[in-house]
């Protein structure tokens, strides 16, 4: 008797638009997931907004905090980093994901309260994440990052269908 693997449950954290390539292109990377690897994925996308609500996260097994920044809410994207570290459950934060997870550490682990992200507050002293779109006319080759600070639930969300 075969049994199939248990299916997880992946919060898609992010305010989902058809013009946001990487969007679109998840339903696709799921079905081949699911089809060519055997990785059987339930997934829910959860709006940045409906993210800030307490318990919102409850029940995933999962948070992928997709591209797609500045978010309808900053908030619900740093709560989303901060529900799945203090829970311990898997996380994956891609592009202006990975960017809020970074705003989520340094405010709550490193106690940098006055933390910001530079999409949001460009001129914040103790701006944490960076803006993709280049405010240089600079060629990117000549261009370096450097830092601008010395320390420097479910039930709102909506299945995806891999179809779709």
Known sequence: MT????????????DRS??????????PLLDALRRRDRI?????????VDAEEPGALAGFDGIWLLPGSPYASQAGGVAAARAARERR???????????????????NVCGLAGAEHA???PD?????????AS?????PSSRRATPRSAARSPASARR???RS
């Not at 049994?3 to 992010?14: E, I, K, Q």
């Not at 891609?94 to 550490?105: E, K, P, R, S, Y």
Request: aromatic fraction near 8%; include cysteine.
């Open 119 to 121: 999409e949001y507050a």
């Open 40 to 48: 059987d994925l339930d997934p829910y996308w959860v709006s940045t």
């Open 124 to 132: 914040a002293a103790e701006a944490t994440g960076c803006s993709t």
């Open 89 to 107: 459950i898997p996380f994956l934060g891609t592009c202006g994901g990975f960017q809020h997870a970074l705003l989520d550490v340094a405010r």
């Open 135 to 139: 405010r240089s006319s600079a060629p």
């Open 18 to 27: 058809p013009h946001v390539r990487s969007h679109v292109r998840i339903p």
């Open 160 to 162: 995806t269908s891999a």
């Open 3 to 14: 049994t199939s693997p248990p299916v997880a449950r992946l919060a898609l954290v992010g």
